[in-house]
């Protein structure tokens, strides 16, 4: 079992930055593959950001690319997702979520329906 925690979030302007944290709790976190998602009032939760089990692959949302960055700390069970200039549009509340990792790496799955532990979410809100 994966308890997970975040952290970071909070009142930016736009075109700032802020770094999101997910702290993992329960053994074996080297093994699950890290993912980011969003969800802004009256959406659906979107995919933002994964990166596999072993490190070397990482996915982003194409509107995300180029600004935000995650990564992992595997000997701190943490991940983390670095958001720079930011926009309106990227407010939401972050969502950290693991899935077991597959044994070809680079499979990663961005459907929110295929991780089974998840974060209590930070809000992440950017003003104009």
């Known amino acids: 079992q994966v308890q997970l925690v975040e952290s970071g979030g909070g009142l930016v302007r736009a075109g700032g930055s802020l770094r999101l944290s997910c702290a993992a709790s329960g053994r074996a976190f080297s093994t699950y593959n890290m993912a980011w998602f969003r969800q802004a009032p009256g959406k659906e939760r979107e995919f933002v950001a994964a990166i596999s089990w072993r490190g070397g692959y990482t996915y982003y949302l194409d509107s995300v690319k180029g600004r935000f960055t995650i990564s992992r700390d595997n000997a701190k069970n943490t991940v983390y997702v670095q958001m720079n200039s930011l926009k309106f549009e990227d407010t939401a509340v972050y969502y950290c979520?693991?899935?077991?990792?597959?044994?070809?790496?680079?499979?990663?799955?961005?459907?929110?329906?295929?991780?089974?532990?998840w974060g209590q979410g930070t809000q992440v809100t950017v003003s104009s």
């Open positions: 979520a693991a899935e077991k990792g597959r044994a070809i790496a680079s499979i990663v799955d961005h459907a929110p329906t295929s991780y089974d532990h």
